[in-house]
């Protein structure tokens, strides 16, 4: 089986021919960022995916297998739903309550696109936004992972907020359970563990002392 262990600079320039002719991989959103992965190439060939840990593809990256075979990605076109509003405000709030919950979002002049989740559907349409499930690939802004909540204080945080936190509650037997460390690219599974809480636990740390070992005198 061949492996695929470089992601080429997209700042290299490649000559449009060697592109043109390298052999495709079309993965959707889940699959492009795991950094193991066992594939199949659109001509059938299984090859094994080996990047560095933290690596995401987007479409037309280019590949480098370990016998300097080029492999161009293609994002697939998957399960998403696509929102919009009729004025930018609403646009906004609706952007602001899915990174507060760092949803991967895909943003657009005039839209946000996000995986395919009744339950933010659902927050979406209350908050007043209009939401379409389509096929399309998907491609979010890099860093969606990461950052810290952000809090408001004003009262239109205060009532998009509670009515977030209503839709979530409805919905707590919702379970996107499911860790992925190796997969095929074939049985897409699109179930993803999402953290909606702000709480912090810190059960796990021990924070005892004994101080009957310290001796005053």
Avoid: W
Avoid at 128 to 150: I, R
């Amino acid at each position: 089986m061949r492996t695929i262990d470089k992601l080429i600079d997209p700042k290299i320039k490649l000559a449009a021919v060697l592109v043109k002719r390298a052999p495709t991989l079309t993965l959707d959103f889940d699959a492009r960022r795991k950094s193991r992965l066992a594939a199949t190439l659109d001509n059938g060939e299984e090859v094994a995916l080996v990047l560095p840990r933290g690596t995401v593809l987007r479409d037309g990256d280019v590949l480098v297998a370990q016998d300097g075979t080029l492999v161009r990605v293609i994002a697939a076109a998957e399960a998403v739903l696509m929102v919009t509003a009729r004025d930018g405000l609403t646009l906004t709030r609706a952007a602001y309550h899915l990174g507060n919950r760092h949803t991967p979002v895909e943003v657009g002049a005039d839209y946000l696109k996000l995986e395919y989740d009744p339950v933010l559907a659902d927050m979406l349409k209350r908050i007043g936004a209009m939401v379409e499930q389509v096929t399309l690939p998907f491609q979010p802004e890099s860093g969606a992972y990461g950052g810290g909540h952000k809090h408001g204080h004003d009262e239109t945080f205060a009532e998009d907020y509670a009515l977030a936190q209503q839709v979530y509650g409805e919905h707590h037997g919702h379970d996107h359970g499911g860790e992925h460390d190796y997969d095929h690219d074939h049985g897409h599974d699109h179930s993803h563990e999402h953290d909606h809480g702000h709480g912090h636990d810190h059960s796990d740390c021990d924070h005892d002392h004994d101080h009957s070992k310290h001796a005053h005198r």
